[in-house]
């Protein structure tokens, strides 16, 4: 909406609804992520629950405990808490490094005469398949750490050690998601706020765009939107994802677990 205000050359007042209306969305979409990362919560503790049932009941490599003293289950319990910061990180970088592959693209089409003089139009599509490809390609080594982590941690070790990396990435995984949906709305909105001009300084001039204090927002603004539409809501779905391959999984954990035999973690 702000982009079409934009490009389209409309009036100053019409930029003004239209940012207070994206200010009304960021925070309207904050709280409904919210719900969403609470229904992510209960069904990943389902998920949870099935699993230490399957893991209890298995013939060979059980589950004998869940609790907090065991020194497998806490070692497992940072190293799934670690999990969503790690996820986050590559995430994060992907944004930058498609929004970077974009920005070469856009300077390669400007360099041409033809579209700088109007003569012909930009390529669009290809600006289309960049971003298309960026997001398949940089998508792949976090979907890897999310999927291939419980496996690791069942088919080598032990299910013991999945029953402690779950509830680690869970309760890590909903705080970051809340954290970072509140977090990147409240940058985004912030800097709207200052080009409002609503911010004063000492002699009663308006900071806008251009001053420190704008300069700052942007770049918190650029963190913000990774932040809110894209580690934010993909926490999601790494906590249901791992629940749920641990819970398919549990059979071959149970039949496996590799190196049980020599840290004796569970008979």
Not at 16 to 38: C, M, R, S
Not at 200 to 209: A, I, L, M, R
Not at 228 to 238: A, E, H
Request: hydrophobic share 45%; net charge negative.
């Amino acid at each position: 909406m702000i982009g079409i205000a934009e490009m389209s050359e409309i009036g100053a007042e019409v930029r003004e609804k239209t940012d207070a209306l994206d200010a009304a969305g960021n925070t309207t979409a904050a709280i409904g992520k919210g719900f969403a990362i609470g229904s992510a919560a209960l069904v990943s503790l389902a998920l949870y629950g099935a699993f230490i049932t399957r893991g209890t009941e298995a013939e060979k490599n059980k589950i004998m405990t869940t609790s907090i003293t065991d020194a497998y289950i806490i070692g497992s319990l940072l190293i799934g808490s670690m999990l969503p910061y790690a996820f986050s990180a590559m995430t994060m970088k992907s944004v930058g490094s498609a929004a970077q592959e974009m920005v070469a693209e856009v300077r390669r089409q400007f360099r041409d005469p033809a579209i700088r003089d109007g003569t012909k139009e930009p390529d669009y599509e290809s600006c289309i398949r960049v971003s298309t490809a960026a997001s398949l390609k940089e998508m792949i080594a976090p979907g890897v750490l999310v999927i291939m982590s419980p496996i690791v941690m069942g088919v080598v070790f032990h299910p013991l050690m999945v029953a402690g990396m779950l509830p680690g990435a869970l309760l890590s995984g909903i705080q970051l998601a809340i954290s970072m949906s509140n977090t990147g709305g409240a940058w985004d909105n912030t800097k709207k706020y200052i080009e409002t001009g609503k911010i004063v300084d000492s002699e009663g001039k308006p900071k806008g765009k251009g001053s420190d204090e704008h300069k700052a927002a942007v770049i918190g603004d650029t963190v913000g939107d990774p932040l809110k539409d894209t580690s934010g809501p993909s926490l999601n779905i790494l906590v249901k994802l791992m629940a749920i391959i641990s819970l398919v999984f549990a059979g071959a954990f149970s039949k496996t677990a590799w190196l049980n035999g020599i840290l004796e973690i569970s008979t």
